[in-house]
């Protein structure tokens, strides 16, 4: 099973500033087949990045993904108000199970 | 637009079964391998169960082999998940989740293929006597 390790837990930040989360993997992910989605409360998830660094349809271009390997990460250029939430990356496609990490809150500073 | 909506959660005591439906609208169902994701109560997102667009595989969370069951109607555009041996440990949200890759004959790939692009709102599930 690969493990996937999110930090930081918990990102205080004010709108404007840059926010970078981090996504670690146990094992190396084949084909990166890693995702990014942002949660809200009451709400389902939302799909921002796949494979690594392709943003989902209709994402905005402040959100950006990178990474290889094991090392991803996602990067906000600049926190919009509606940005603040949790993060979770995911790994999909290899072999089961399937994986997400333990989610970064993105919290207003 | 491309919808899901689950339904079919409730409250259940321990031990008992539960069906959890997912109706899938504006995309053509059948080429998709589709997913059950959970949340528990104040925790992070973990995968349920995987099934193929053709029904012919599916995969499950370790914690959920031999008690769930994932199946699809392709006729009828709906995802199944029948839970039985239910303990307080599966009360969560349980949300249904489609691909964004297609799969097709010959693909090669018995897994998921792509990441998850479309959710639905979630049925809530309570374990408790």
């Known amino acids: 099973e690969i493990v996937l390790t999110q930090s930081p837990g918990t990102l205080s930040l004010s709108p404007g500033d840059r926010a970078t989360l981090s996504c670690r993997a146990s094992q190396s992910i084949g084909r990166n087949y890693l995702a990014w989605y942002q949660h809200k409360s009451g709400q389902a998830p939302r799909l921002l990045i796949y494979g690594a660094s392709s943003r989902a349809i209709g994402i905005p271009d402040r959100f950006s993904g990178s990474g290889s390997g094991t090392d991803f990460t996602l990067t906000i250029s600049s926190l919009e108000p509606e940005d603040f939430a949790l993060y979770y990356c995911?790994?999909?496609?290899?072999?089961?199970?399937?994986?997400f990490g333990g989610g970064t809150k993105v919290e207003i500073k | 637009q491309e919808q899901l909506v689950e339904s079919g959660g409730g409250v259940v005591p321990p031990g008992g079964s539960l069906r959890l439906s997912c109706a899938a609208s504006?995309?053509?169902?059948?080429?998709?391998?589709m997913n059950w994701v959970r949340q528990a109560p104040g925790k992070g997102l973990e995968w349920v169960a995987f099934i193929r667009y053709d029904g012919s595989h599916q995969y499950y969370g370790d914690s959920m082999k031999g008690r769930f069951t994932v199946s699809r109607d392709n006729s009828k555009s709906t995802l199944y998940l029948q839970m039985s041996g239910l303990r307080a440990d599966d009360t969560a949200v349980y949300f249904c989740?489609?691909?964004?890759?297609?799969?097709?004959?010959?693909?090669?790939?018995?897994?998921?293929?792509?990441?998850?692009?479309?959710w639905g709102q979630g049925t809530v599930v309570t374990v408790s006597s």
């Open positions: 989740a489609k691909e964004n890759a297609p799969d097709y004959p010959g693909s090669g790939t018995y897994f998921t293929r792509g990441a998850f692009d479309i």
């Open positions: 504006g995309f053509t169902f059948s080429f998709y391998g």
């Open positions: 995911q790994q999909y496609g290899t072999s089961p199970p399937l994986t």
